[in-house]
């Protein structure tokens, strides 16, 4: 491969990854009904208010969830997999890219609530009780997948393990959904954002 199209490569996964996120962030805050005057999630919001808005008025919203939004992920998915696929001058058949895209918007949600676990544990050891916008945001969205959890765990006298029964759940997701789905479709090393 030539060092232009290894380029290439680089350009078209980092934006595609990077809006990919930001597209599922949007649902994750909307799902989560997170605090929309956080600077974060107004950068997000005007960030993806131009594709979404339109899109909007053709998709709508089912049972509290924004379907646009994971419509315009799962375009987005599709769309950086098809780019990279072209550069690369890979020749597979287009039917395992549809379902590669859905294995990688899949992961890289699993991903979210495992970094954002990580990046909560971490913070609450360095600096409890901050004010950090990113901070708040990242509690606001791993919520209400903790709070069942903590109110089923015993009381530890003040320490809380359900990130760790998170973790675990985390765990099981990937090797009972994820790595199953990725080798019963075939999709090839690093061509799945978040895999």
């Known amino acids: ?16 990854s990077m809006v990919l996120f930001i597209v599922m ?22 960030f993806t208010n131009p594709l979404l808005i ?15 939004a994971l419509v315009l992920a799962y375009g987005v998915q599709l769309l950086t997999m098809a780019a990279i696929l072209l550069v690369a001058g890979a020749s597979i058949p287009w039917a395992n890219v549809f379902i590669w895209a859905l294995v990688g ?7 979210i609530y495992f ?4 990046i909560v544990v ?14 708040i945001l990242i509690n606001q969205i791993l919520e209400p997948v903790i709070r069942p959890i903590r109110a089923k765990m015993p009381d530890m006298g003040g320490l809380d393990l359900s990130p760790i029964a998170v973790f675990l759940l985390i765990q099981i997701v990937e090797i009972l959904l994820l790595r199953p789905l990725a080798m019963m479709t075939q999709v090839p090393a690093g061509l799945i954002i978040g895999l």
Request: hydrophobic share 55%; net charge positive; aromatic share 10%.
């Open 1 to 16: 491969m030539s060092p232009l199209s290894q380029v290439g490569l680089l350009l078209i996964n980092t934006v595609g």
């Open 25 to 46: 962030l949007r649902f994750l805050l909307q799902l989560v009904r997170a605090d929309f005057y956080n600077p974060i999630s107004q950068f997000v919001v005007k």
């Open 54 to 68: 339109p899109l909007r008025r053709v998709i709508p919203g089912f049972g509290g969830l924004d379907v646009a």
């Open 105 to 111: 918007i899949l992961s890289l949600m699993v991903n």
């Open 115 to 118: 970094w954002g676990l990580i």
């Open 122 to 135: 971490i913070a609450s050891w360095i600096a409890p009780n901050s004010y950090n916008p990113a901070l």
